[in-house]
């Protein structure tokens, strides 16, 4: 186990250098020798921002060095400064970190629990009218686009119910937990739903198609004719072979989580780092888009060393590849 | 061999399929190829060909868009001040010239549907292309050749998988003009790692087969063992990947436009309509709507298309692939 | 076959008459480590160490229990596999260490025909196309002029040329193995190995494929290598036997020689488990159950490898490893790896525990 964790570990740095060269060689190296100081000063720098730019970055440097020099300012805990915002990146995503993290986690929770219910449901029940209908459901949200769902649930439940004089979900905007919990919780229920549901319904069909495998294994089978009640042999048995698969593919799908996250916070208007993102695309903000991919980066390949941990307790077998 | 073979205890067993009894279907003198057989049924499977019928219309109407236009009498990027917005310079809703509303520019909602749907489609089936091309050569390379090769390209999948995409799209288009190229060539430059995993895993379960060893015994070189002995039977999970991940291209690319990182406005785009809509959803539902209700029925179709054709196609339901 | 003119006693042939000469031939494959920890060090001795000649024209029979190294010392020969020591001579020239390009064009001179007829035949390819592969692969035919060759080749085998666009999956066993053998054929190879080929058909069939395999040996003078793991099959196409046991030739001789007289313990007994074709001819009924398994080919006993299961075993088998010669007045052409050959007539002393079943019983 210690062997795992170590090599797991490993591969997770070694993601995060790849990612790092990768951020360097899109921001760095790809507007060209020339232009790379103006595109990370911004759009309304002036000569004198770029030129103290093109200092503080060693951008006369050659590449190599230049690299050295970005990695360690990351490997300092420096995202790089901001220069539309006048602000360092770190103080920028510190606020908005939480705000992703409340989102990603109460997401991924009803994610996994409604996605992984549904589909035992929908095996268990295999062609019962249970059976069609999720799957049907199933096949629904996970053709839906999450800005599709996200404005759909506006609408519906905020601006009808709005006019009918109900305000319980706000339109926009994030409360932070530590200021109102309940308003807090308020505002993330619409965005959980949203960037769970389209999610979930992947996780539906896998857990269904996966616990139907199981349910045919052998071992099951004797399980049953043991004479244990139905609810032991599903839950006990084959429940915890069919969840292999399912949290092999969370661990995948956690860069998707991120993805979504970025849309679902654009949709709601919550200032996250994938909102901070976005906009910091339309004010050319170049330095708080490296930061946000390095900190995304680096929390799904987090997130991804726990839940492979967690996979491999349940899964023996997994420590060995 | 490869490093894969743990122990290479001769005499294989015989695991294939059940044979046929001896003189069946002897009359039939053209073979019965597994393609006809997955044809016939696919035409039983109504939910399937109803979906279908649904992905050709949308086709056509991407194709005809000029004629919608012209019937309609609406061009894509004209803007009707006087009839297309209200005095408050709102859109109008569904009435006997704007058939499905305006948009916020007083621009014909029916048309920009029939004009983004070339969008969609385009992207959707090009980029889809790409990344099922890199995402097979690379996974045929990975899994036919082991050693090395795999184990770099097994990483290099990992590593493409578990980045967070869409932000890498962003970082790309922050530093580049939007434009169509850029986003087909991003989904097909992130998106061919899932290919290839599938691919890879298909392969190495054929690899040990005893006709790929007797490909290489009559003298087949690595190439022509990959893509004419292996890769035809893989076609068909690869087809049917295929058409499951064009929904989800559609999605990217809409998803892209609408955080106004795709294809740039003044183009068409249903994910650029409905970020548009999203600004004034309140005061012009059918703006949302339609472009949404476009864009779902496009996925809802491609989706359950594919899943016909999986069925269609299942290894459980003959081992056409094993 | 058998009665084909080929002298076998190998000590008078000239080097013009060998098409394939092994020596020291061995292979190992490393086992993979199922553990964290790193235990590749170990290796399976899949062949360990095999000399061997074979002559143009000739079919040499190579039988042996399941994982005695036959199919893995084919392999080696046809060179789909590195060898891990020793040299291979084909034809006259070292193929030791040519490169898979370049024993592509060797391959049309050797074919194989192998054992699964459902495995061995891509299932996504029409039969013609599955037939015309070496006719492709070494730029041969083309065309039209391909699918007559093709169709020849298909009706020498016996199938229908008709059949030309079939897929493998419409057709029985019997008949995929005559694809196969149409296959090997297709180029009049010198060599065709033959692995198993008729192991996994049906007793009825497999006398077909035998003797379609022997008419295409006399009509194309053909030289078989055929790897099976029974001496009933063997000793109807073979002109010699080489008796494998755990990576080594044990015994190696003429087909009626090792019949009439078995010197190697292991060779009587794989005999004796053969039912008798001719019930007048039999010499002794006794069956010799060999007891406990076949040792790990991972760490393969000292000695002689046959000593743990050996009736007849001494203190010295476990010690010296036998030479492959002449034992008991043998012609140079029967040669044997063992201390204590069996003579001829002999019945071989049991000792308990280790013989079992009938034999044992009715002494």
Sequence with gaps: ?321 | MSPGDSVAIEDAQITSGTPPPEGAAASIIEGRSPWRLAYERLRRDRASLIALGVVALIILVAIFAPVIAALTGHGVYEQFRSTGLTPDGLPVGPNGQFLLGTDDQGRDVLVRIAYGARISLIVGVVATLLEVVIGTVLGLAAGYFGKVVDTVIARIIDIVLSIPFLLFAISLVSISKPSLTIVIVVIGVFGWAAVARVVRGQVLSLREKEYIEAARALGAGPWRIMFIDILPNIVAPIIVYTTLLIPVTIVIEASLSFLGVGVPPPTADWGTMIAGAQQIYQQAWWYLLFPSAALLITTVAFNIFGDGLRDALDPRAEQLYK | MTESGIPSASGAASDGDVLVRVEGLKKFFPVQSTSAFRRSHEQVHAVDGVDLEVFRGETLGVVGETGCGKSTLARCIARLLDLSEGQVDFDGRDITNLSARQMRPLRREMQIIFQDPYGSLNPRRRVGSIIGDPFALHGIADGADRKKRVQEVMELVGLKPEHFNRFPAEFSGGQRQRIGVARALALKPKLIICDEPVSALDVSIQAQIINLLADLQSEFNLTYIFIAHDLSVVRHVSDRVAVMYLGKIVELAPVEDVYQAPRHPYSNALLSAVPMPDPNQKVDSHQIILSGDVPSPISPPSGCRFHPRCPKAQPKCSVDDPALVPVLGDPPGHVTACHFPVETGEVMQSRPGVIAGEGAQAT
Excluded: C
């Excluded at chain 1, 993290?101 to 219910?117: C, N, Q, R, T």
């Design chain 1, 1 to 321: 186990m210690v062997r795992f964790l170590i090599r797991r570990v490993a591969l997770g740095v070694f993601v995060m250098f790849v990612v790092t060269i990768v951020v360097f060689l899109i921001f760095f190296v790809g507007p060209g020798r020339a232009d790379v100081a103006r595109t990370l000063a911004g759009r309304q720098a002036t000569p004198a921002t770029v030129a103290l730019v093109s200092h503080r970055l060693l951008l006369d440097r050659p590449l190599t060095v230049q690299y050295w020099h970005f990695l360690d300012g990351l490997l300092h805990g420096n995202l790089g400064y901001s220069y539309y915002h006048g602000q360092p990146v770190t103080t920028i995503l510190k606020q908005a970190f939480p705000v992703t993290l409340s989102l990603a986690l109460g997401a991924a929770a009803i994610w996994l629990v409604v996605g992984v219910l549904s589909g035992v449901l929908s095996a268990v029940r295999s062609r019962s009218i249970w059976d069609r209908i999720v799957t049907v459901l199933a096949l629904f949200f996970y053709s839906m686009p999450s800005f599709v769902l996200g404005l759909l649930l506006l609408y519906i439940f905020y601006y009808q119910f709005a006019l009918h004089g109900i305000h319980i979900f706000p339109g926009a905007g994030y409360t932070y937990l530590t200021a109102d919990p309940l308003k807090w919780f308020e505002g993330l229920v619409l965005p959980w739903i949203t960037l769970a549901l389209v999610s979930a319904a992947a996780y539906t069909r896998l857990t269904r198609g996966s616990m139907l495998d199981v349910m045919n294994e052998d071992y099951v089978r004797t399980a049953r004719s043991k004479g244990l009640s139905e609810n032991r042999v599903i839950y006990r048995h084959a429940l915890r072979s069919a969840l292999t698969p399912v949290i092999s593919q969370f661990g995948i799908d956690l860069g998707v989580l991120a993805g979504g996250a970025v849309i679902t916070e654009t949709v709601f208007g919550m200032p996250g780092l994938g909102f901070t993102a976005v906009h910091a695309i339309q004010s050319q903000d170049l330095p708080v888009i490296i930061g946000v991919v390095i900190v995304a980066s680096a929390a799904v390949v987090v997130a991804n060393i726990l839940v492979d941990t967690f996979y491999a307790v349940l899964d023996p077998r997994v420590r060995l590849h």
